[in-house]
């Protein structure tokens, strides 16, 4: 089967090795393994970097079952603003053109966003008779609004009509959605006035489980020595991911000075990195390592006691499940989150971990019952991990899409 992948804004297999595999990586892994062949579309620039990856149109033949297609536009300096938008209208224009001379797949999945990328390749791919997924990652652009002030909401929502109608005619026209959580789900099929059916999808943000050697994972472990990161001694708090505005840090920065006897580390990089050192230096149980490999994760989920995910309430947040939550789960590591939405129910629900808050929910209350409840403890780190082996693992969570994505074709869905 030729299956055709389209995403931009995420680092590429084969071509950027070294980081943590997204979407596109996951799915174009677990299509070869099942014997396609997957030509996989995006942009030559990197969102990441800023920067071009080759500086023009490229075709890269990665294995003998994968081909890259780069597609040349301008870039741009900023993740919002004019220039970013100007690039994704060019980048679906030099896509148009290119697919003037391109032999259809038997089936496609296209990443939304791009709302310009997607409705163009979408409404080719349908004229065609060719079965067509659409991976709908994020609210554009109703996210676009959310920060405009009420009085001037009439005029935003005018200026955005046309990314409006491309967007629900690229979901309105696609054979099935796919989507991050039901309640992502449930939102694109509302928004965009589709009926639900049977092809609609949800494919969560698993990330795969990286191979490591026991000498990669001994190193780690010596580095973390090293840290005052041990593996006997207190209770320890982390969290891994962007250091950023996205983080509510205050109720940590409280538990810290409350619990002395518990030990934080906030890992990663980003914005708020420098400020974090600050305080670190100030409090000696909250430790700040910067960016760290996947072996140091590993090890530090190993050694941790729960897993903090500490995201402000914003909308797309509270209708998705962040991928730290799999990361926590496959480890076996108990939750606690300041979040509400779809992951506080999930936690609640399925007993994984607590949410926080004020008062007798808060952080501290939380750490307390975890720290000085072994049975307590056990039976959330024992109900995390048969909740990732039966709902999230990355086998299932791939193997089931790419089974929707094979019934599409097998079934004749979108034949014309």
Excluded at 311 to 325: D, V
Excluded at 391 to 407: N, P, T
Aim: net charge neutral; glycine share 8%; with cysteine.
């Amino acid at each position: 089967m030729r299956v055709w992948v389209f995403q931009t804004g995420e680092f590429l297999p084969y071509l950027e090795p070294g980081h943590r595999p997204m979407r596109a990586a996951n799915l174009t892994a677990t299509l070869e393994a099942r014997g396609h062949t997957v030509t996989l579309w995006t942009a030559d620039f990197n969102h990441y970097t800023k920067r071009h990856r080759f500086g023009r149109d490229t075709l890269y033949h990665a294995t003998p079952t994968c081909e890259i297609r780069l597609i040349h536009s301008p870039g741009y300096t900023a993740h919002v603003g004019v220039g970013r938008l100007t690039d994704h209208a060019i980048l679906a224009c030099r896509l148009a053109t290119r697919l003037r001379h391109e032999t259809p797949p038997d089936v496609a999945v296209v990443g939304y966003p791009p709302i310009e990328t997607a409705s163009v390749l979408v409404h080719w791919l349908q004229e065609r008779g060719v079965p067509v997924f659409l991976d709908v990652k994020d609210q554009w652009p109703e996210t676009y609004l959310r920060p405009v002030p009420a009085k001037l909401r009439v005029a935003g929502r005018a200026l955005l009509a046309p990314y409006s109608h491309w967007g629900r005619r690229a979901m309105r026209e696609a054979t099935g959605l796919v989507s991050i959580s039901e309640p992502f789900l449930r939102w694109a099929i509302e928004w965009s006035g589709r009926e639900s059916g049977p092809h609609d999808h949800v494919a969560y943000l698993t990330p795969q489980l990286q191979e490591l050697t026991s000498e990669q994972l001994r190193e780690a472990a010596t580095w973390w020595d090293d840290l005052g990161v041990k593996r006997e001694g207190l209770p320890r708090a982390t969290y891994v991911g962007s250091l950023s505005g996205i983080l509510d840090l205050e109720p940590i920065f409280d538990a810290a000075e409350q619990r002395p006897d518990w030990q934080f580390v906030l890992a990663g990089h980003g914005p708020l990195h420098e400020s974090l050192v600050a305080v670190s230096d100030r409090r000696t149980n909250i430790v700040v390592p910067g960016w760290i490999d996947a072996a140091r994760a590993r090890v530090l989920y190993q050694r941790s006691t729960a897993a903090l995910i500490p995201y402000r309430p914003e909308a797309a947040f509270l209708l998705s499940i962040p991928n730290k939550t799999f990361d926590a789960l496959g480890a076996g590591v108990p939750i606690l989150t300041s979040l509400g939405g779809e992951l506080g129910d999930l936690i609640s629900r399925e007993r994984v971990g607590f949410r926080y808050g004020r008062g007798s929910a808060s952080l501290e209350s939380r750490l307390a019952a975890i720290a000085t409840d072994d049975s307590l403890r056990e039976s959330l780190s024992a109900q995390a991990r048969q909740l990732y082996e039966c709902q999230y693992s990355f086998e299932k969570v791939y193997g089931d899409l790419c089974s929707k994505i094979e019934s599409a074709v097998t079934d004749g869905i979108g034949d014309a």
